[in-house]
């Protein structure tokens, strides 16, 4: 086998790479925004330049042959290194003065955004995005250079990334005074008798509670479920139950009154706490020290 090139037509592995991806021409076409004549012509010319059959036609539709199977994996993570190794050269070009940073939704708005103004009133030469997601970040292929998350520690988290503890998580029972008025809350056997709200991603969290207090926890909770801690926030100020949330997201609720914690001695450390975390590496850029610094002080 003997190419005119080294390599065979950009072009056309791209489009066996979708259509292998999709193993449909029809969205291939739709990915690379081209025809779906285009894309079959490209993968025909991939073919008599190989040598080799990629595709076959079957009952079940388009199938990768032998060979095709075999290209498709190598093919495929050759396109995403390159992928990932332009979002770092874009990356590498945007100014050292950007520090886009990335965070969970309720910790952005409860405790991150009414400290920025600190930030910047000590670094006014650098200039911050902030964007939040509930999902893991992949700092190598998305234009992040530092985040906020929660999580069981360093083990968490790629090892190409710097995980850097920044404090624990403490969850405190919060109630409406009116709803406390109506219905007491003295002691934790009272908890029961009201309706719970949960959060949809620590459904955990009310088993833990009940067994701090050395109760055994309610057969089924009862009470709606929430995505985020800010809408169970919303929720118990608005007397729909008891919610259990981190006590650094309350503190304004709880100073003036909105809300009520009826049970001090009830609160519960958890094991999991909220980490700094970049790229290995990138510590030393003038940013994200900066940033760092700040956080930790």
Avoid at 28 to 42: F, K, N, W, Y
Avoid at 278 to 290: C, F, S, T, Y
Wanted: aromatic share 8%.
């Amino acid at each position: 086998m003997s190419f005119s090139h080294d390599l065979p037509s950009l072009n056309a592995l791209r489009a066996f790479a979708a259509a292998g991806r999709h193993l449909s021409f029809t969205r291939a076409a739709e990915d690379l925004h081209v025809t779906q004549g285009a894309v079959s012509r490209l993968v025909k010319q991939l073919e008599a330049e190989l040598g080799v059959t990629l595709f076959q036609r079957g009952p079940r539709g388009l199938q990768l042959t032998e060979a095709g199977a075999a290209y498709l994996p190598a093919l495929s993570d050759a396109f995403e290194r390159m992928s990932a190794a332009t979002r770092l050269i874009a990356r590498a070009g945007r100014p050292a003065n950007r520090l886009a940073i990335t965070m969970l939704p309720t910790f952005a708005m409860r405790w991150f955004m009414p400290r920025l103004a600190d930030f910047q009133h000590l670094h006014p030469e650098i200039a911050v995005d902030v964007t939040s997601a509930d999902r893991p970040i992949d700092f190598v292929a998305e234009p992040v250079d530092v985040g906020i998350q929660y999580g069981g520690g360093s083990a968490t988290w790629p090892a190409e990334l710097k995980a850097e503890f920044l404090f624990a998580e403490t969850v405190i029972l919060v109630g409406a005074p009116a709803l406390l008025k109506a219905r007491p809350v003295k002691k934790p056997e009272d908890v029961k008798r009201h309706v719970l709200l949960t959060h949809s991603t620590r459904p955990e969290a009310w088993s833990e509670w009940f067994e701090a207090a050395a109760l055994k926890p309610p057969a089924q909770i009862r009470g709606p479920a929430f995505e985020h801690f800010f809408m169970s926030i919303e929720a118990a100020v608005n007397g729909l139950g008891l919610a259990l949330v981190p006590d650094i997201f309350v503190q304004a609720e709880l100073g003036s009154g909105r809300l009520i914690e009826p049970l001090p001695k009830c609160r519960v450390r958890r094991k999991g706490g909220y980490y700094l975390l970049h790229l290995a590496g990138r510590e030393r850029e003038p940013a994200i020290r900066a940033f760092r610094d700040w956080l930790l002080r």
